[in-house]
C-alpha cells in the first residue's frame, strides 16, 4: 500500500486554513473599521486583525510547504 497518497492531502489542509486565516482576518478588519471603535477597542485595532490574518497565512503557508517538501523527500529515498 502506498503510504504518501493519504500524505499528499495534509499540505492542501493546511493552505486552506491558511487561506481562510488570512479571509478571516480580513473580515474583522473590515468589521472592526467600519463598526467603529469605542474607548476598549479603538479604530487600530482594526490594523492589527489585518496583520494577524497575514502572519497566520504566512505560518501556515509556510507549514503546508515544509510538509510538502518532507513528503516528496521520503517519496524519493522510499526503497520498494
Request: proline share 4%.
Amino acid at each position: 500500500m502506498n503510504s504518501t497518497k493519504p500524505l499528499k492531502y495534509i499540505p492542501l489542509t493546511f493552505k486552506a486554513l491558511a487561506l481562510i486565516s488570512a479571509l478571516l482576518g480580513l473580515v474583522f478588519f473590515v468589521i472592526i473599521l467600519v463598526g467603529g471603535g469605542s474607548a476598549d477597542a479603538p479604530r487600530a485595532t482594526s490594523v492589527l486583525a489585518l496583520i494577524l490574518g497575514f502572519f497566520y497565512l504566512l505560518f501556515f503557508w509556510t507549514i503546508a510547504e515544509v510538509i510538502g517538501l518532507l513528503v516528496k523527500i521520503e517519496s524519493n529515498t522510499r526503497k520498494d
